[in-house]
Structure formats: structure tokens, C-alpha cells
């Protein structure tokens, strides 16, 4: 298997989803079978989907209890809240 991936998102998700796990974490996964694949066709989108699920599942094992601290009622607040709440600092 090729480790191609290398980068410090990839190097946190392993540290994260790999918790006394022996296997690899699915985005190390989904990254190394991208890394092999590379110059073939693009991915399909039933290999998107699957690939979106597994990283759903990693990321729901890893933070069960995670929620949304921004306050909305439609998709626009969404969107104008997280893009102030960019802005603003934690350090208050």
C-alpha cells in the first residue's frame, strides 16, 4: 500500500480515529486507495457517497456528543453565522 498522504490533517485523523484500533482509519483509507488510483477515472459518485459515510461514522465515534453552538433558523443564518463566528476571536 502507498502511504502518499503525509499531510498533518491525514497525521491527525489517524491519531483520531485509529484509538487502539490495529486497521488504518477510513481517511487514511479513502486517502492511500486515492493515492493508488491516481490518473485513473474519477471517483464514482455511489464512491463518494460511500467514502462521505465512512467518514461520518469515524467522526461520529469520535465525537458522539458534538453539536452545533451556532444559533439558526434557516440556511442563510447558518451561513451568515459561521462565516462572523470566523471572524470573531475565543480569546475574550
Do not use: K, W
Amino acid at each position: 500500500m502507498v502511504d502518499a498522504c503525509v499531510s498533518p490533517l491525514h497525521r491527525r485523523f489517524d491519531r483520531l480515529f485509529a484509538r487502539g484500533r490495529g486497521d488504518r482509519c477510513a481517511a487514511r483509507r479513502a486517502c492511500t486507495a486515492q493515492a493508488e488510483n491516481a490518473g485513473a477515472t474519477a471517483e464514482t459518485q455511489l464512491g463518494l457517497v460511500r467514502r462521505a459515510r465512512r467518514m461520518y461514522r469515524a467522526l461520529t465515534l469520535a465525537f458522539p456528543d458534538a453539536h452545533c453552538e451556532l444559533d439558526f433558523t434557516t440556511s442563510l443564518e447558518l451561513a451568515v453565522a459561521t462565516i462572523l463566528s470566523a471572524q470573531c476571536t475565543d480569546e475574550r
